[in-house]
Every structure is written in C-alpha cells, then in structure tokens.
C-alpha cells in the first residue's frame, strides 16, 4: 500500500452539493495536514492535526470543515463551494507531533484535484 | 513575515546539462529549508532538509546546499526523469507547518 492515499483523485461539484474527500495514511505518523494548490500559487496549508488535535486553522472559510477521527484518517467536508474553490488538495502527514523538527519532512497524497462548477 | 522566492520559475536544459535552482528565503529564526520534487498530477516528494548554513546534502544527481539567505539545488548531468517541479519551503521557529515557494519547473531536453 502507498503511504498516503487520498481518494476520490478527481471530483467535480455544483455550489450546491456536500461531497467530502479522504484520506488515509498508513505510516503510523501522529500529524496530519490539509494543503491547497492553485496554479502559479504556493502550497497554501489549510489545517493541522496531531493526535487528532487541530491545532491550526488557516483562517479557511467555514465551507471547508475537516474531520480527524483518530491518527490514520482525515476528512475535508465540503459545502456550498465556490469555483475559486477548485484546485488540488493535498493530504500529507508527518512522524511526530506537529511543530516539532519532523514537521517539514512531509509525506503527501496523490491529491484530489476538484472543480467546482 | 516568512517568505520564500524560487527562481527562475521555469528552466529548459539539454540532457547533461548543469545548472542551478535558487531558493531565497525570509524567516524568523530558522529551523529547517526543505526540498521538494513534484511531478505533474501528484503530490509533492520529500528530498531533503538543511538545518543550518553551510550545510550539504546530495541524492544522487541533486546536491542542495545553504546560507543564511538561500539555499541552492544543484543538478549535475540531469536526465529527462529529472524533469518536475522543484518546491522549497521554510520551517521557522515556533512554527507548526511549513512556508513554500511557487517552486522551479524544470524540463529536461533528451
């Protein structure tokens, strides 16, 4: 199995629908991350969560709503988007607790590109 | 405020072609430059960390090195599988994640 696995790999998406995106790591890492990607843009960080703890929230806009229900799994429950949503969303994790000097050597998903229609 | 600049943001080399890739970064207090290599329709892969100037690290035709304003990726004799996007990014003191650049677009010429 792949380390990180993010699934569905594509998505496409009214404004009006509720659709989530998964991830799965199996690595045994204690730290999880949401990344953005947009064209021409740094990786743009969403949210963190060690131990299942968030503990950053970059100021994202209330349609975005992540879910950690323990250390191998992390959720991005999306509604109400906008097409400036679209972009590729990355899922990666980190051995150790966030902040701490494993944090900048990330393992990354395959990402979910989405279109918001 | 933590920055980071990559240049240049796109580079087209002949296959042996030598060349450089620029990381020039801003950052209270540093506590690790990361590299990243990242293909076309895929998440982002780990290279290397520096943790302080003067600092090397090699990976078979890559070499990064650092100062205290930049950090370099060198390619030596590059092939077409070198070929990606390479990201750089900056962990600062007292920091939880990361700061990336836009990265450098490489292409490799056979």
């Known amino acids: 199995e792949t380390g990180v696995t993010q699934t569905p790999r594509h998505l496409v998406m009214g404004m009006t629908n509720k659709k989530s995106l998964k991830c799965e790591q199996h690595?045994?890492?204690?730290?999880m991350y949401w990344y953005k990607q947009s064209a021409k843009k740094p990786l743009e960080l969403m949210f963190v969560?060690?131990?299942?703890?968030?503990?950053e929230n970059n100021s994202v806009p209330s349609r975005f709503s992540p879910e950690c229900p323990n250390s191998s799994h992390l959720f991005l429950h999306l509604h109400t988007l906008q097409p400036e949503d679209s972009a590729l969303y990355l899922c990666?994790?980190?051995?150790?607790?966030?902040?701490?000097?494993?944090?900048?050597?990330?393992?990354f998903g395959e990402g979910s590109r989405l279109t918001v229609l | 405020e933590d920055q980071v600049t990559q240049s240049p943001e796109a580079l087209r080399l002949q296959e042996g072609e030598s060349s450089s890739l620029n990381c020039s970064y801003t950052?209270?207090?540093?506590?690790?430059l990361f590299w990243y290599r990242q293909d076309p329709g895929k998440g982002p892969e780990f290279l290397f960390t520096l943790y302080s100037a003067g600092e090397e690290k090699e990976k078979e035709r890559l070499k990064a090195t650092l100062t205290k304003k930049e950090s370099f990726l060198h390619i030596t004799a590059p092939k077409p599988e070198d070929s990606a996007t390479y990201l750089c990014?900056?962990?600062?003191?007292?920091?939880?994640?990361?700061?990336f650049g836009t990265g450098t677009r490489l292409t490799v010429i056979p």
């Open positions: 990666a994790s980190s051995r150790g607790l966030a902040g701490d000097r494993y944090t900048g050597e990330l393992f």
């Open positions: 950052v209270s207090g540093l506590r690790g």
């Open positions: 690595l045994g890492h204690n730290a």
């Open positions: 990014a900056v962990l600062g003191t007292g920091a939880n994640n990361l700061f």
């Open positions: 969560y060690s131990l299942e703890e968030r503990v």
